[in-house]
């Protein structure tokens, strides 16, 4: 199972790496993402001096690293499930001997295999202009990537919900949108959760999307007490649990009104 697995996300890597020129647009889109943000933040502390905590090095930091992180937690294979629930093509995978969920998986993991390489990519070009706020000691730099694997499951059980509506739907572009515009919000990839409202900051303590972007930055930048990461990492289990059970309900209704609309 996990060889089938492994071959399905080489399979998708090298889907996306066969043109080379879509690393270098994906990359260079990524740099002047960074690019704009740095010079808009660089205005701001030229007239408060100050933002939500954070030092303008750090900001920049933030930035670089929410940019080169923004492809893990936004990508995935929604838009594959739904065209295999257009063109007929779920009925082999729902035959296949791997479940649907870990076919997918298979496929998601080679997505973000591409996208890490891109954000590795981003991050060392910035590195080279920019003088970066490095994590504290290796301690932190291990406790930010664990927390960004633990997310993983959690940002792919969101898909395989959004990817569901295909069952319900023609098109389920406006659930991408949605999907997207949320986690750029409620994640800190747009802002840092610090420099919202304390409503705000109070309803994402909840949800899971603080953990994929914003709360893995902190801890680069030694912001986050260590018993502080050890609730993040429960807190991002039960989300998984919880976004699986949903998942799985919500497929198996999927698949039986699908059944019955084809006779």
């Known amino acids: 199972m996990l060889k089938t697995m492994i071959q399905l996300a080489k399979m998708q890597f090298n889907h996306y790496n066969i043109y080379k020129s879509n690393f270098y647009l994906f990359t260079l889109n990524r740099i002047v993402e960074i690019i704009v943000y740095i010079f808009v933040w660089q205005a701001i502390y030229n007239q408060t001096g100050n933002a939500g905590g954070f030092t303008l090095s750090q900001m920049i930091t933030y930035y670089i690293l929410a940019t080169a992180f923004s492809s893990i937690a936004l990508w995935g294979i929604n838009q594959t499930m739904a065209h295999s629930i257009r063109n007929g093509q779920i009925n082999k995978e729902l035959l296949n001997p791997l479940s649907y969920f870990q076919y997918y998986f298979g496929l998601n993991l080679g997505e973000l295999a591409f996208a890490v390489v891109i954000g590795f990519a981003s991050f060392t070009l910035c590195a080279i202009f920019w003088k970066l706020a490095l ?79 914003y709360t893995p930055i902190n801890i680069w930048l030694g912001k986050m007490p260590y018993n502080e990461i050890l609730f993040v990492i429960i807190k991002q289990i039960i989300w998984a649990v919880i976004l699986y059970i949903i998942a799985k309900i919500f497929f198996k209704h999927a698949v039986k009104n699908l059944t019955i609309n084809g006779g």
Not at 193 to 211: A, H, M, R, T, V
């Open 135 to 213: 994590p504290v000691n290796f301690l932190d730099f291990i406790l930010c990537i664990l927390v960004i694997l633990l997310g993983i499951p959690v940002t792919f059980f969101i898909q395989i919900i959004v990817g569901t509506v295909g069952f319900y739907t023609n098109s389920i572009w406006g659930m991408q949108i949605l999907r997207k515009a949320v986690i750029k919000i409620f994640s800190g990839i747009i802002a840092p959760i610090s420099l919202f409202p304390i409503w705000f900051q109070n309803i994402s303590k909840f949800l899971p999307f603080k953990e994929l972007i």
